[in-house]
């Protein structure tokens, strides 16, 4: 199941309005001190392996609790925490639909499947984590011998290789 243009352009339209909204600075070296900004707070959960590496649930009138497994590396990680805010912005109505957060009683997201919200909570993670200008500018900054340096631009962002190919390529820089 693929995005829409228009509907991965509005994500990351989102995605760049919570960047400013929240003073984010890319890139995000402290992924923990964004959600504990947005009055969220992260907690492991060794229990969460054998289902998803990640979830978020309503916890009070105005804040959340994402919950991850710690055997995941920091890029996944991080990538996964992005995800949970990406349900959290997109799907929960957290800052952006107060009848839809107030219904959040008991709902929690997560990460696990292919359904068209969890596309769009990845297409919200990558835009968050690696939004367009920036990674247009760290591109061309790690190009050599004509080749795009990959893993140093994982590296810069803290993402794995393959979220660093994924979103080079849903931007159009990069060849399937």
Do not use: C
């Amino acid at each position: 199941m693929a995005l829409s243009l228009e509907m991965r352009n509005l994500i990351n339209e989102m995605a760049d309005e919570v960047i400013k909204l929240y003073d984010i600075t890319i890139p995000i070296n402290d992924i923990d001190d964004v959600v504990n900004r947005m009055n969220g707070i992260v907690k492991e959960n060794p229990e969460l392996d054998t289902f998803s590496d990640g979830r978020i649930m309503k916890k009070g009138t105005n804040s959340f609790v994402i919950e991850v497994s710690p055997k995941q590396s920091k890029e996944r990680r991080n990538f996964t925490i992005a995800h949970e805010i990406g349900h959290l912005f997109l799907h929960m109505g957290f800052m952006t639909n107060d009848v839809k957060w107030s219904n959040q009683i008991n709902v929690t997201y997560y990460r696990n499947g292919n359904s068209e919200s969890e596309y769009q909570s990845n297409e919200f993670a990558a835009a968050l984590l690696m939004p367009k200008k920036e990674y247009e500018k760290i591109m061309f900054e790690n190009i050599e011998d004509n080749m795009v340096n990959i893993t140093k631009i994982a590296n810069y962002f803290h993402v794995s290789i393959d979220a660093a190919s994924n979103r080079g390529r849903r931007l159009g820089y990069l060849r399937w």
